[in-house]
């Protein structure tokens, strides 16, 4: 620095560009502290035992000032159900823990840039315990830590499902059948319906029953109909619906049930009178009813 004229100061060339240099540097660093915008892309349902499946945590920063992501601390974690289940601090290899160790692919990478190489996951298996919430937090030493989260369901579809009538003995007299659904190995929760698509009314006495258990974090479940068999010859088609609301999951099938059908048979017994010299006065003729109670072949006739 140069004293001029009147006690005015000049400056060199090379102050002027330190200065210059010193302010840019103090700028970018105001810009690299703002938060990053963080956007998560993970897919809503997935299938049981489906093929491997990408988590994504997309940033973006306002500015980055001229350090490496090494030097500027740049960390990537993911949380699943608020535990750390994935962390990237650039410069180091990713690490995963609790329960997606094994589970994921630590070789995949999203893109070739430094600072986006390891942002996210490839999970190998999804399977059913994978359900919930999943978190993805990004900061570095001058900028603040934004995270973004959303819900990932993995279903499992029933291992069998079952519409059936079980067959009853033709000695019952009560009348009642029921008709039966049930699936099995079902995640989430599922729920069931039974119905008739035959109007009914009060004379025939339906009671509707629904029963669902959990067996080692499946659910089975039943459902079933009971009514008053109608003892006219007209099927009555039975439909089940099994659903599960958070995959948008639903199956159907239906069953069209034949009722007992009720005959009546009039026998009559007529005796003809023996001659004089055995008995002297006719015997009396009678009438009696049989009912016969029989099933039809096609009773139990399932359309799927």
């Avoid at 997935?46 to 499946?53: A, L, W």
């Avoid at 990408?54 to 350090?67: I, Q, R, S, T």
């Avoid at 030097?71 to 601090?89: A, D, H, M, R």
């Avoid at 009559?268 to 015997?283: E, H, N, Q």
Wanted: charged content about 20%; glycine content about 4%; proline content about 8%.
């Amino acid at each position: 620095m140069d004293s001029g004229p009147e006690g005015v100061f000049v400056l060199s060339l090379q102050a002027v560009k330190l200065l210059w240099e010193s302010q840019s540097f103090l700028v970018q660093g105001c810009l690299s502290q703002s938060k990053p915008t963080v956007t998560i892309s993970v897919p809503s349902i997935v299938k049981n035992g489906s093929e491997p499946i990408v988590l994504d945590c997309v940033y973006e920063f306002d500015k980055w000032n001229p350090l490496s992501p090494e030097e500027e601390g740049l960390v990537v974690k993911w949380y699943f159900k608020e535990s750390l289940v994935y962390q990237w601090i650039a410069g180091s290899p990713p690490q995963a823990a609790g329960l997606f160790t094994n589970r994921l692919n630590p070789d995949f990478t999203i893109s070739n840039e430094p600072a986006q190489k390891f942002r996210a996951i490839q999970i190998a298996t999804p399977t059913s315990e994978l359900s919930g919430d999943y978190s993805c937090f990004v900061g570095s030493f001058n900028a603040e830590t934004t995270s973004a989260k959303k819900k990932m369901t993995v279903y499992v579809p029933e291992t069998q499902m079952l519409l059936y009538a079980p067959r009853r003995s033709t000695t019952e007299i009560d009348r009642k059948f029921e008709v039966r659904c049930e699936a099995q190995g079902v995640y989430p929760e599922p729920n069931m319906t039974i119905s008739s698509r035959e109007s009914l009314d009060a004379n025939d006495d339906v009671s509707v029953h629904i029963e669902t258990t959990n067996v080692d974090g499946l659910y089975n479940i039943q459902a079933w109909i009971e009514m008053v068999d109608r003892g006219d010859s007209n099927p009555i088609t039975f439909d089940c619906f099994l659903r599960i609301p958070d995959a948008n999951y639903t199956v159907h099938k239906s069953i069209i049930y034949y009722p007992i059908l009720t005959t009546t048979t009039t026998t009559t017994t007529t005796t003809t009178p023996p001659p004089p010299s055995y008995r002297t006065s006719p015997r009396t003729a009678s009438n009696r009813t049989v009912r016969t109670h029989y099933l039809d072949p096609d009773l139990f006739r399932a359309n799927f």
